[in-house]
């Protein structure tokens, strides 16, 4: 373990943090038009609703068929109002199954990944049909384009241990990299997005916005779905307004002008862990969290001296100690962090681990990379945010669940472990400019005494592993609805995009 001198306790770690960009003032005309248009469109989506439910329910000679149905019913954003006649179908394909020999790469790995989808742990070596004798993919399968953008995808729900699916990873990777510049344009422009977000890392809201225009490519006149999946886009897309109003009546930014506003990415951010108009009160309690937690972490990241957030973090902690006391539940409510035990538990934990970081700063302290980790999977905000959006789930979220969750259990570690990597990874050149705790990358460089680009691959091995664990617990039977380990998916899932790239989130325009 090294340091470097400590600095004055008196010195401010300020970030000159890139302006806000949004103009809010764009948003205060949604109200009145939504409003207007509301029963119109509920009429119109009901109408749409009844008719591909007939598609769903009809009876086919191919299952092939009902596999493509459901999977573009799933990509084009739409199966959240379908669910019980999905997990229906799903589950007969499951128990009843024809036999697979003989039929083709794509409709083989569109079963599998479509039923790994739905959490049913099915074998991965239905593909062992499509390899060598030396254990290769056959050659011949290079031809078959589409079948290796399915099992491209399948094999990116894979588990640890399953080398079939690491071995198809590679083998499509390279080959449809190679083959992408003598696709026609809709295929390459398939296969290219696949290549930067699969199904399983993509973000369902955003995913939908991409796949939209690609099925429109292919479909009947009139097709119901596509109408539908329009619709159904444009109709649930939360409007900002309501949170524009919310944070200018606190004027945080003018009474902590040191931190970032991000009440719009904060929005962007939950509209991507769910988007279906059921959640729509989790996704303004988190919202305002997220955009409030961030000022709260600005503070301690790039304004506090020790001792103010040392009294900071004690207040935070008087109130989660204070169950019952009426002014400091009314500070709670008014930072936005709930009504909630659970969720006011969650936030004094974190600026713990907030301080934490804070106190290496000042020090001059390069903790262990498994130093680092084991706090920054708090202070990465994962837990936390993760702890609020259980509040939009009605019933799924029981206190055994909020019990399960606070723990940080094996489903829910690797994502803030994800969360925590990619975050360090995206900002610490940005970070090194000024007075900051050392991140994961100098961490792990310090320690093992290893390159910048040496740690960068290091790092990208565990952020694999990570995924393949999130996807191991997804697959067990455990007491956790599968609706709350989704979200702990698409949370690790925005994690990547945002930090990889945060404008393709905010192409959010209507069709």
Wanted: charged share 25%; with cysteine.
């Amino acid at each position: 373990m090294s340091s470097w001198t400590p600095t004055s306790q008196k010195r401010r770690p300020i970030a000159n943090f890139s302006p806000n960009i949004w103009e809010y003032n764009l948003f205060a005309s949604a109200p009145a038009l939504v409003l207007n248009e509301e029963l119109d469109i509920q009429q119109q989506l009901q109408h749409l609703k009844n008719q591909v439910r007939k598609l769903i329910l009809n009876r086919v000679e191919d299952p092939t068929e009902k596999l493509n149905l459901i999977d573009n019913i799933k990509r084009l954003g739409v199966s959240c109002h379908f669910e019980n006649e999905i997990r229906e179908i799903i589950e007969n394909m499951h128990e009843n199954h024809p036999p697979f020999e003989g039929k083709d790469l794509h409709t083989i790995s569109l079963w599998f990944r479509l039923l790994r989808q739905e959490g049913y742990h099915v074998s991965s070596d239905v593909f062992d049909q499509f390899r060598d004798e030396n254990g290769d993919f056959k050659k011949s399968l290079i031809e078959d384009v589409i079948g290796m953008l399915s099992l491209y995808e399948a094999a990116h729900f894979a588990i640890q241990g399953e080398d079939v699916l690491d071995k198809a990873i590679h083998f499509t990777t390279y080959h449809l990299t190679l083959r992408l510049s003598n696709l026609n344009p809709t295929l390459e422009r398939k296969v290219n997005h696949a290549l930067n977000y699969s199904i399983r890392r993509g973000i369902p809201r955003l995913e939908s916005k991409y796949y939209i225009p690609m099925y429109s490519l292919e479909a009947s006149q009139n097709d119901p779905l596509l109408e539908l999946a329009i619709v159904d886009f444009n109709v649930n897309k939360l409007n900002l307004y309501l949170y524009y109003r919310w944070w200018k009546m606190l004027d945080f930014m003018m009474k902590v002008p040191y931190a970032r506003d991000r009440v719009v990415e904060g929005y962007f951010w939950i509209l991507g862990v769910y988007f279906e108009p059921q959640y729509m009160l989790g996704r303004t309690i988190t919202t305002k969290l997220a955009a409030t937690i961030s000022v709260i972490d600005d503070t301690y990241d790039a304004y506090g001296t020790i001792e103010e957030l040392e009294l900071f973090t004690q207040a935070i902690d008087k109130l989660n100690n204070s169950k019952n006391d009426i002014c400091s539940i009314n500070l709670i409510c008014r930072f936005s962090l709930a009504n909630n035990v659970f969720i006011i538990f969650i936030v004094s934990t974190t600026c713990k681990a907030y301080l934490v970081e804070a106190k290496w700063c000042n020090e001059g302290y390069i903790p262990t990379y498994e130093e680092y980790m084991e706090n920054g999977i708090v202070s990465c905000g994962y837990p936390l945010l993760m702890t609020s959006c259980l509040l939009g789930l009605r019933n799924s979220a029981t206190k055994d669940v909020f019990d399960w969750i606070i723990q940080v259990p094996k489903m829910v570690r690797p994502s803030s472990i994800i969360t925590r990597v990619i975050n360090d990874m995206g900002s610490h050149k940005f970070e090194k400019k000024r007075l900051h705790v050392a991140s994961i990358i100098e961490c792990s460089m310090n320690q093992h005494g290893i390159s910048e680009l040496e740690t960068y691959e290091l790092l990208q091995k565990e952020l694999e592993d990570a995924w393949k664990d999130i996807n191991e617990e997804y697959l067990k039977e455990i007491f956790v609805p599968k609706v709350v380990l989704q979200c702990v998916v698409n949370f690790t899932s925005i994690v990547e995009l945002v930090y990889g790239n945060f404008s393709t989130s905010i192409q959010m325009q209507s069709y």
